[in-house]
């Protein structure tokens, strides 16, 4: 079955009955012509509903959270309603009753315990995914199709890191295997929900927000997929933000390792984990539109076929905080200091999004999510109690007031002239540069700047590198 195809829908392709059924389309063209396999997110927002839904119920909000109940009630309901008809609909009616009640145990156990264990939390926020995945199996199998749903956690195996697990990719092969490929070769559509999954020890587990990406890529990996399309509501991954750029364009081929760097640096089209599944058999991912499924989109491939061709394209980052940490004397050791913040950002579980440091004070600096910045200080605070409380450090400094910028390119690499026109570029439009990290990859140079010098610096760059063109 050297022809597998996998597709993922994310949020906004599932967003509501009428995109279930342009999505069910494409689905099913594909369907026809070669063996598929589905992968669906939670329709839009709904996530962020389940989860507000916990926050109330460990709130003791009890009247909260039943207006969500009822509003996640309603929103399926409708979808099921206008999607099917008879008896299909009765019966399917049953199962997203069945999920909800699922969710519903939970949350009335989170609201009288007044907690919300990270690994309920993620038991119950697979209800998103478990919900569009019935209704969509459902609606395919109306259109005599032969669909049938699975939930993640029966096929992707992952450690036990809640909220933010990562897959164990033997385990999940054997699993996966076993479970879709005899259903592939009798002609079955399996439409699995992203985003969860389950410990060897069968505890469901997700993947972090937006992980259906990552769910599909998983698979698409141990299947030994052909390719991976990713359905969204852009038409590929752009030059830059077409918000912020107006002549942004829609790329037509990237390595992976842009795309990665692109993803891990703001860009939102693709879940940052998605591509490295897929870089040992080079599997194809191609970038697409549900809602304009006639543009082709972007293909994310090992190698382009025009080459590295310098800066590929910018991207940028608000919401961040740049922390430094800064010892207040020659006696401790800078390297020590920085291993240990590294153990505390770690501990939180939090990502590092550039760094910098200087030799002669020792200190440094680090920008992350403003999202993980109170599980940051935490840990950083308990870890040099001590030293901060003697003074050997100075306070913690945090500045909110920042952007990241990212310029990626596999062809930046030995281009020497390259940074002094970007940093003047910058410059021109006087926005200050607070810090500079190239990785030695030299794949991507990130740009710390003044929250308000973003915009001007996107555009500056992207013109600069002629990046629309
Ligand atoms: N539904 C999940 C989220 O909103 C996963 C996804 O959409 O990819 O984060
Ligand atoms: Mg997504």
Redesign the pocket.
Known sequence: MNDLLVMKF??TSMGSAERIRSAAVLCEEAWRQRPLVVVV??MAK???MLLEALRHAEGGDEAGLNRLLAELDAKHRQCSNELLEGEARDRTQRVLDGILEDFTRIARGVLMLGERPPRSVDEAVAA??RLSAALMAAYLESRGVDAFAVNGWDVIVTDAVFGNASPLMEQTREKANALLRPALEKRRLPVVT??NGATLDGRPTTLG?????FSASILAAVLDAAELWIWSDVDGIMSADPRLVPDAKVLEEITYREAAELAYNGAKVL?PRTLAPLMEKGIPVWSRNSFNPSFPGTRIVPETKDGPIGPRAVTSMLNVALVSVDPASAVLSGTRIMARSLEALAAANAEVLALTSSSYRQNFCFLIRQSELPAVIEKLEETFSLELAHGYLHPIDVDLDVGLIAIVGEGMRGHPGLAGRIFTAISREMVNIIAIAQGSSELTIAIVVRREGVEKAVRAVHSECALGR
């Open positions: 994310g949020g997110s939670a709904v996530t962020d998103g995914e992203g985003f927000r937006g992980g259906s990406d879940h």
